[in-house]
Each structure stands twice: as structure tokens, then as C-alpha cells.
């Protein structure tokens, strides 16, 4: 392939999936998940002049428990310090939080084609099937359902996988320099800043640094010590693009790692992210016993295959999967892959709990790339086989993306409007709920903090201080209400959350403090049935 068609292959599939991700992204009007709307909020403080903080708190293990809640003791600051820079440009609205991810996402398709040649290479493809694969896994990751959705989202996912993969394209070209590769090359020096930005991201980054220890102990006709500065080389830089956000946190929260890594590895269950008062301990984690303890991991394991990478990724997914194991054996993928199974398998043993909250799926981005380039690589085989055996004389290659890309577009269609759909509903929600509560002469700009279960939601559709409800008893809850002072009213915004609200309605003690107000439904039968579900309570004992 020639540099102009080189150039000319980028450019359409950039393209490509930047018109895609613009027309998706117009669909989504308000932040969902939840961590998405957290990273636009804090962005928006940023702007505000506020700095990094959130309006919501619901991580009560890492201090200071305070407001303003500093920002990012769990997660990480890049996407939101990428999404302030066009917010600054063109104002803090959701649409503008949007531009960083949709051209960061636009960018991933573009990685996806640049490997999908690497593999073509290595499989010594003729001429014209070499460039169809490559062509094909740029342009179905350009329509490929998960790697859309995120890149219309601003937050970790989309950012981590162009990082990472990035960082496994210079992996492998290094790696093919041998003992001829030098201490300040470039490409090397590259490395440790994309594993620096990744670990700015995700903690996953630390997984991009061991594809390149292992790819880098295996170059051939290298001693110990010349294997060693390969890596330390990377790492140092790493290193120093993270340590300055490490010295804040340590300032800030007293450690220099992220908080609540090890509560949620001790997590027996999705709640426990808001304990308060039964926050996970080792005791409480072994006292469930080991059938539990496999049992959850069986959970996650499945959850990680099934809901984060089939069912996203039907139909490409599964061909995907079934070549999973000869494609991972090639020298091209072999970072990306180490990257891919090391997360899944660590999120799905240690995290096994999390991880059924969204752990792997924010970073299982490059994942998808390899399933689709794996896909391709399967029905390549497939086609070039079937072709032989009845002897087809004009070449069909392009059969196999036609199939990747159409099935993609299919599921894409199908699924992105309810994605939609939920982002305006949870959008209304949180509208009827404030014109409800100043019809009730209760307005939320006149109460303290507001216990809830979506925290993040209601702080960034509201402006309000928001804390999160702990799973727990109702004293334990009126203790929490009891620590921040104000805090009268616990909103129950449209789902069960855990024992929540049955706890009250069983009578459990400390439930005789929890006055439930009705507050109505809106007139317009949208917002009404937005609202659906929603209860409000006041917290004092009689």
C-alpha cells in the first residue's frame, strides 16, 4: 500500500465514523451511565471556576467526606479534562462534552484499519484481500454498536481504547526493531507518554505496561539488561506524566493510588459502592463462604463475556470469538491481546462484584477492536476456502466486511434509539421532579444535601449536593442524613435500589422517621410518566 493510499484508507474511514458518531450523538441529550454524567459535571465545575470538584458523594470510605466533594477519588481525570476544552469554546453543555469523545471515538476505526494491515501483512495476504481485511476492520469498527455508544459519551471508555491502542501498534513495532532499537527512539518514547495518559484514564493502563514487558522479554538477540532499560525507559515516563495527579491525590485524599480499590474487590454486592456504616471488610467478605465467593466469580466471568462483549457485539462478536484463539497467537495482536485477556480475566477474578457494575466495560474498547479484526480474519479463511473448493475465479473477499459491517449497521439501528430513549427519559425524570417539588413548597435549591439513589443524576440534572443511599438499615440512613448537616429529604427516583424503599414499607425500625410527602405528577403525560415511581420522603423522628 502506497502512502497516498495509505492516507486516502484513513481519511474515508475517519470520516466514515465521524458521521456516524455525530448522527448517534444527536440522539443523546442528557449523560448516561452515571460516571458519564460525573466526568461532564466536574468538567463543568472546572469551568465555573469551582475546580475539580462533584456535587455528588457517594463513596463514604475515601475522606474527606465534605462539600465540595473533591473530584475523582475512584476514577481518574483525562476525560474530563478533554471534554472541558471544547466546553470552554463553545459552552458548558452537554453537546459541547460530547465533541472530545466523538472525535477521539472517530479516531479508534482508524487504529482498528492501521492493524487490521498489520495483521494482512503477517498472513502474507495477496494484494487485494490484504487491503479489504484492513479496509473491513476500519470500517466495521467505524458501525460497530459498543464502539459508537462510547464514543458519544464523555467519559473513560472511547479515550482508553484509542490510548491502548495506540500504545500496542508502537508495542509491535519496536518490538520488530529487535537489538537494533535505541534508548531514545522515538516510538519508545511514545509508549511511556500514551501509558502515562492511559494511566490518567483508567487504572487498566497498568495492563498496557505489562503487553509491552512481556512482547519486550521476548526480543530476540537482547540481554537482560538491555530488555530492562527497554522498559524502564517507558515506564519513567509514565511515571512522570501520572505522578503529579499522584501527589494531588496524596494531598487531597492522603494516598497517592485511587480510593476504594480495595473495597470494591471485598464487595459482596453492587451496593456496596455506597456503604456507609457495613462497608466491605475481609471478615464480611469470607463470611460469605467459598460457594458465594466461586459463585460471584462464575457471575462476573459471565457477565463479562456475555453482556459486555456478545451481546453488544452481536453478530461480529460471536465469529469473533470462534477465531479468538488462532488470531491472538498472531504477532500483530499479541500486545492488543495480552491487554484484552489480562483485563478481562483480573476485572472478572478480583472485581467480580464491580465488574457487573461497568469495571470491564469501560475498558474493554480495544477489546471489541481485536473481536472484529478476529471476525474478519475468520471469514476471510472461510471465504478464501469455500472459494477454492468450488473454484471461484473472481475474487470475493470483500464478502466477508460487506457481512461485518451490514450486521453492525443492523444491530446499531435497531438498538441505539432505546439508548436515546433512556436518555431523554432520565433527562425528563429529573425535569418533572423539580417542577414537582417547588409545587410541593419543597424547591431543591432551598435544601441541604439530598440523599438519593442515582447521586450523580440528580447533582448534574439539578445542581444540587447530592448523596448516595447506602444500602443499609433506615437508622443507618438517618445516621448518614445526621453527619451532613441539612440533609432532610431522601428522594427515591423511580427504581428500587436494593432493599430500597420496601425497607419502609416493611416497617423496619427507624423507618417511623421517614415521612413520605406526596408530591404529584406533572399535567404532561411525558414528564408524568418520566416521573413514574418516584418517591420523595422527609427524615426526621417524631
Not at 461497568?358 to 469455500?386: K, M, N
Not at 472459494?387 to 457481512?403: D, I, N, Q, S
Not at 432493599?499 to 403525560?525: M, Q, R, V, Y
Request: aromatic share 8%; with cysteine.
Amino acid at each position: 500500500m502506497t502512502r497516498t493510499e495509505a492516507v486516502l484508507s484513513a481519511a474515508v474511514i475517519f470520516a466514515v465514523a465521524l458521521v456516524v458518531r455525530i448522527v448517534v450523538a444527536s440522539v443523546v441529550v442528557f449523560p448516561v451511565p452515571e460516571d458519564t454524567a460525573y466526568y461532564f459535571g466536574v468538567a463543568r465545575n472546572l469551568l465555573d471556576g469551582h475546580g475539580l470538584v462533584s456535587n455528588a458523594l457517594w463513596s463514604y470510605q475515601t475522606p474527606p467526606l465534605v462539600f465540595p466533594r473533591p473530584a475523582f477519588e475512584v476514577w481518574l481525570p483525562l476525560p474530563t479534562l478533554l471534554a472541558a476544552i471544547p466546553m470552554a469554546i463553545a459552552g458548558s453543555t452537554f453537546a459541547a462534552a460530547q465533541v472530545s469523545s466523538v472525535v477521539v471515538g472517530s479516531l479508534v476505526p482508524v487504529l482498528a484499519w492501521r492493524l487490521g494491515a498489520d495483521v494482512a501483512t503477517e498472513r502474507r495476504l495477496p494484494a487485494g484481500r490484504a487491503r479489504v481485511l484492513a479496509l473491513g476492520a476500519g470500517l466495521t469498527s467505524a458501525v460497530y454498536l459498543p464502539l459508537v455508544l462510547f464514543s458519544t459519551l464523555p467519559d473513560s471508555t472511547t479515550l482508553f481504547a484509542a490510548l491502548a491502542l495506540g500504545a500496542c501498534l508502537l508495542i509491535t513495532r519496536l518490538a520488530r526493531g529487535g537489538e537494533l532499537i535505541r534508548l531514545n527512539d522515538p516510538r519508545l518514547i511514545g509508549l511511556g507518554v500514551l501509558i502515562g495518559l492511559a494511566a490518567l484514564t483508567r487504572n487498566e493502563a497498568a495492563f498496557v505496561g505489562l503487553a509491552w514487558l512481556v512482547v519486550a522479554w521476548r526480543i530476540p538477540g537482547l540481554d537482560r539488561r538491555r530488555r530492562l532499560l527497554l522498559v524502564v525507559v517507558p515506564a519513567a515516563i509514565a511515571v512522570a506524566i501520572f505522578a503529579p495527579w499522584a501527589v494531588r491525590d496524596w494531598v487531597v485524599f492522603g494516598n497517592p493510588l485511587p480510593g476504594q480499590a480495595l473495597a470494591n474487590a471485598l464487595s459482596v454486592e453492587g451496593f456496596d459502592i455506597f456503604a456507609w456504616n457495613d462497608p466491605p471488610t475481609l471478615g464480611r467478605y469470607l463470611a460469605v463462604g467459598p460457594a458465594r465467593l466461586l459463585e460471584m466469580r462464575v457471575e462476573g466471568f459471565g457477565h463479562n463475556l456475555v453482556n459486555v462483549l456478545i451481546l453488544t457485539g452481536i453478530p461480529v462478536a460471536v465469529v469473533g470469538l470462534i477465531g479468538l484463539w488462532s488470531t491472538a497467537r498472531l504477532v500483530a495482536v499479541r500486545p492488543l491481546a495480552i491487554l484484552a485477556l489480562t483485563t478481562f480475566f483480573f476485572t472478572s477474578l478480583f472485581f467480580p462484584v464491580s465488574t457487573t457494575w461497568g469495571t470491564y466495560l469501560h475498558a474493554a474498547g480495544a477489546a471489541h477492536v481485536l473481536l472484529v479484526i478476529s471476525a474478519l480474519v475468520v471469514l476471510d479463511a472461510l471465504i478464501e476456502r469455500v472459494g477454492r473448493m468450488r473454484g471461484w475465479t473472481r475474487p470475493v473477499a470483500w464478502l466477508g466486511p460487506t457481512l461485518t459491517v451490514f450486521g453492525s449497521v443492523l444491530f446499531m439501528v435497531a438498538l441505539m434509539p432505546s439508548f436515546g430513549n433512556q436518555s431523554r427519559g432520565v433527562a425528563a425524570r429529573y425535569e418533572a421532579l423539580q417542577v414537582q417539588m417547588e409545587a410541593a413548597g419543597l424547591p431543591l435549591d432551598a435544601q441541604g444535601p439530598i440523599i438519593t439513589g442515582f447521586p450523580i443524576w440528580l447533582a448534574e440534572a439539578t445542581g444540587h449536593r447530592a448523596l448516595g443511599l447506602p444500602d443499609e438499615t433506615p437508622r443507618d440512613v438517618l445516621d448518614l442524613a445526621a453527619h451532613f448537616e441539612g440533609t432532610t429529604l431522601l428522594i427515591i427516583d423511580g427504581e428500587d435500589r436494593g432493599h430500597w424503599p420496601a425497607i419502609l414499607d416493611s416497617g423496619a425500625p427507624g423507618s417511623e422517621c421517614f415521612k413520605e410527602i406526596d408530591i404529584g405528577l406533572p399535567a404532561d403525560a411525558r414528564l408524568a410518566d418520566a416521573m413514574s415511581g418516584t418517591r420523595v420522603f422527609k427524615l426526621g423522628c417524631p
